[in-house]
């Protein structure tokens, strides 16, 4: 390993309400890949945007090769020689895949006004053959698979001719032939000498690739190792070892054996792959993966608010057809959305109004005139059972707190007779005092006999909550694991599972 | 890597698709238009006719060209009309009151238009305002400043004698100039469009903002840009709508920004952004002027045109929205 790139030190950053950064600590030597991993949420992405110029840190240094630095702006970044391939995809699907590459840095011609197309292609081709990618660099992007897209990503920070690349989460998309190119190259760029950040959450790529890992949790640094010298195992008990939760989970009696939701080899793309798991009354269902294993695409599709290519769908062991999320709420299903504020509530109006918003026909008189005696009547019973915390039923839900959010819109879904519940996130942006009265209440409602599902990226609170465990990845369902079985470990390896490995 | 093959596919339906299908729709329509109205009506199939419905194209295709520019970033301009009307006022008081010769009054005119769409873009790029409304107050300050500015009263160019025939004079082929300055101008604005930085910023602001920032492009900058060049192409058409007229007429303008925006959706530009180009808004613009005219000369009422051109654009839209459903 050659001489140091990049040194952050105490590096802070706080959105509101999050503590994303604390202190956090990162280098980087030229001619070595550096895994950066830790759970969702742990503050990679954070950190490397700080670097490539996307966030300011509040606090904290970074030196690029021994002298101090400010990086307030991509092209700031870019003219250090730091580049970056983001997570999502960041490309301008009408230009095309030679625009999108040179985008900024177009050659002109004349006095610089006119574009010179033909060298801009010109450039783009030899860039490919440099790096040995089959790219048409006139095909317009959008028309482009999603792996042809991160390959434009990956070719237009490549054409930076950057020492330090950093790559957030680039095989995500990718099949494995287009992994082992894309490590290749990476070989191919530290042989040059330039350093390069690999954030993954494919652990077992980490040996084939990497030198050394740097591991966080909770926004903060936790330990840098040299790949050889550890373990994957190790590794995941870094990423994971915390206890948030003093008091021991309480989980209520065994569900029933009555199976009342089930779902039959569900397929869309290669988003959800046969999926098929039972959901019985009075269960709590927790659902694990990383970000982007197809939680929230499996549950959109079961709640009709995405389409499916095929797969059955049962109620009571009965087949129903779900198109449209009016058909999943006839059918008794309700669907808890992470982003409350935009899918889960009409924050303009008033808690009343919220609760009875997907049951109005029942408190609709003659002529389609409100009762508003039955409505108000409704709205306190369930600020009542709840504990929703607000000075009357009349408040504007956008003056709640989270939690309380949380509850008029499950006091939304009650009100509506929902049996099956699907909580996507139901904690997320809660303060932790308000989440064990969520916890509190989802055990509630299961032992009143309600069935419910829980997709949550908190390890913690999957384990804590659930009586069974699915874990997806890519799509597939790689374990279920029952409350007394599943540790962290034991989460986190099946969250990591991938095809070839599952296949092995 | 191993994709060579979706390159290829990719290729074919970026032929077979987006904007190039819509701008053959709209060129489709246009034919069927004037054939249809060319059977029906003798007066309509004449010489003269075709002539009025060129010249009744330019002042709306060149709007149109600068709105063109806005709507493909994913934006979109009100003001243009009144800003036109606001540039003419100020080219006639350059002219007439002041008494500059034509070389100053074009420019100032041009540059009025220039400012005020300067003025545009900095409160859309850097005060963040939507362009929406941004463009909605501009359209009424514009409107009331030329009021102000002429006192409410036209201001004739009879002074200048050199200015109607500079336009609307026909040495050629017995069409007047104004003809030739709009086509003119539409393969500037093509050119600009598709051959420069400018251009290209164009299209990638209304494909992604975000993206093209992270690109390390000054995004303001181009927006305001954009902005300013709509602005000039509404100072042009200022011009010529003063020319025709040979006046400043304060009071005209509102509603000419419906017409330009009709024309650029009807000629395939994206009101999302992204997609668009000149030549299918100078086609989108003759249909228009072909429809306005060939109704009037069918006798149809001025009330019911306006139905009719509405219907057009609605149903434009929708047809567009529909290819796009299918294709995703």
Known sequence: MGDLLVEMTDISKSFPGVHALDGARFELRAGEVHALVGENGAGKSTLMKVLSGIYRAD?????????????????????????????????????????????????????????????????????????????????????????????????????????????????????????????????????????????????????????????????????????????????????????????????????????????????????????????????????????????????????????????????????????????????????????????????????????????????????????????????????????????????????????????????????????????????????????????????????????IIMISSELPEILRMSHRILVMCEGRITGELTAAEATQERVMTFATQREAVAAA | MAVTTGATKSRLSSVASGDSVQRLLALGALVILLAFFSVISTPFRTTDNYISILVATAVNGVLAMGVTFVIITGGIDLSVGTTMTFCTVVMGLVVTQAGFPLWIGLPAALAAGALVGTVNGTLIAKAKIPPFIATLGMMSITRGLAQVLSDVKPIYFEGTPEFYELFMGKPLLGIPNAVFIMFGAAIIASLVLTKTTLGRYTFALGSNEEATRLSGVNVDRWKIAVYATCGLYAGLAGTLIGARMNSAQPSVGMGYELDAIAAAVIGGTSLSGGEGSIFGTIIGAFIISTLTIGLSITGVPDQWKLVITGLVVIGAVWLDILRRNRRA
Request: proline share 3%; no cysteine.
């Open chain 1, 59 to 451: 606090a904290g240094t970074i030196r690029v090769k021994g002298a101090e630095v400010e990086i307030n702006t991509p092209r700031a970044a870019q003219d250090m020689g730091i580049s970056i391939i983001h997570q999502e995809l960041n490309l301008m699907g009408h230009l095309t895949v030679a625009q999108n590459i040179f985008i900024g840095r177009e050659p002109r011609r004349g006095v610089g006004f006119w574009l010179d197309e033909k060298a801009l292609n010109r450039n783009a081709k030899a860039l490919f053959e440099e790096l040995h990618i089959h790219l048409d660099p006139r095909a317009r992007v959008s028309g482009l698979a999603v792996a042809q897209q991160q390959m434009v990503e990956i070719a237009k920070a490549l054409s930076f001719k950057s020492d330090v690349l950093i790559m957030d989460e680039p095989t995500a998309a990718l099949t494995d032939t287009e992994i082992d190119e894309l490590f290749r190259i990476i070989r191919h760029l530290r042989e040059g000498g330039a350093g390069i950040v690999h954030i993954s959450h494919r652990l077992e790529e980490l040996k084939q690739i990497s030198d050394r890992v740097t591991v966080m949790r909770d926004g903060r640094y936790i330990d840098t190792v040299n790949t050889a010298e550890v373990g994957i195992q190790e590794i995941i008990s870094m990423m994971v070892g915390r206890t948030i939760f003093e008091e021991a989970p309480e989980l209520p009696e065994v569900p029933n054996e009555e199976v009342v939701l089930e779902v039959r080899n569900l397929n869309r793309g290669r988003v959800i792959r046969d999926v098929s798991f039972q959901l019985h009354r009075g269960e709590i269902l927790g659902v694990a993966g990383l970000v982007g294993a197809g939680r929230t695409e499996v549950m959109r599709a079961v709640f009709g608010a995405d389409p499916h290519d095929s797969g059955e769908i049962l109620v009571h062991g009965e087949p129903i057809a779900i198109n449209t999320p009016a058909d999943a709420v006839a059918h008794g299903i309700g669907y808890l959305s992470e982003d409350r504020k935009r899918y889960g509530l009409a924050l303009k109006m008033d808690v009343e109004a919220n609760v009875v918003m997907a049951s109005l026909r029942k408190f609709t008189g003659s002529l389609g005139r409100i009762q508003f005696g039955r409505t108000h009547a409704k709205a306190l019973e369930h600020v009542d059972g709840l504990a929703i915390k607000t000075p009357s039923v009349g408040q504007r839900t956008k003056n709640l707190s989270g939690g309380n959010q949380q509850k008029v819109v499950i006091a939304k879904w009650l009100t509506a007779d929902t049996e099956i519940l699907i909580f996507d996130e139901p904690t997320r942006g809660i303060d932790v005092g308000a989440k064990s009265e969520i916890y509190k209440l989802l055990n509630e409602l299961a032992s009143q006999g309600r069935a």
